[in-house]
């Protein structure tokens, strides 16, 4: 049986995730929709989704229907909003409804996240384990519900 902050934890991990998703609905690429949440010390300190960059348009995909390559991931848009901010990214959770690709593992590292939660993994799972590699603890919860009605 889980411990009561094990439990706790969960808990929140869910409530997280569920926010991610719920960014993630907010991106206008068609091929993928990934959201991004970042908490550090209990409160959520950036946020982010996959899209272009500002003052570009909003359509993610070519005329074949693949992805723009300047296309910003969910978990680099929230990684750069920290960066413009006044607060920092050290010790944070990173919270995705897909996990980081190997470029965006590498920002997740210099960046100071020291916890990645993910929900659904991407197709090429090199950077979860690149993370794992840095000692930057990964967990997957693919059931988001609490299961509390």
């Not at 990684?79 to 050290?90: E, F, G």
């Not at 979860?128 to 990964?138: C, H, M, S």
Request: proline share 2%; aromatic share 8%.
């Amino acid at each position: 049986m889980a411990s009561v902050s094990s439990e706790k934890q969960l808990k929140y991990d869910r409530a997280y995730l569920r926010l991610a998703a719920s960014w993630a609905g907010l991106s206008h690429c068609m091929r993928k929709k990934v959201g991004a949440i970042i908490v550090k010390d209990g409160m959520i300190i950036s946020d982010g989704y996959n899209g272009t960059p500002s003052g570009f348009d909003n359509c993610c995909e070519n005329e074949l229907g693949e992805t723009q390559w300047y296309v910003l991931h969910a978990e680099a848009n929230a990684i750069l909003k920290v960066a413009k901010s006044t607060n920092n990214c050290s010790g944070a959770t990173l919270y995705l409804t897909l996990s980081p690709c190997k470029d965006c593992s590498k920002l997740v590292i210099q960046s100071g996240i020291k916890r990645v939660v993910f929900q659904n993994g991407y197709k090429d799972p090199e950077g979860i384990n690149f993370l794992v590699q840095a000692g930057i603890d990964v967990e997957q919860i693919e059931n988001i519900e609490d299961g509390e009605k």
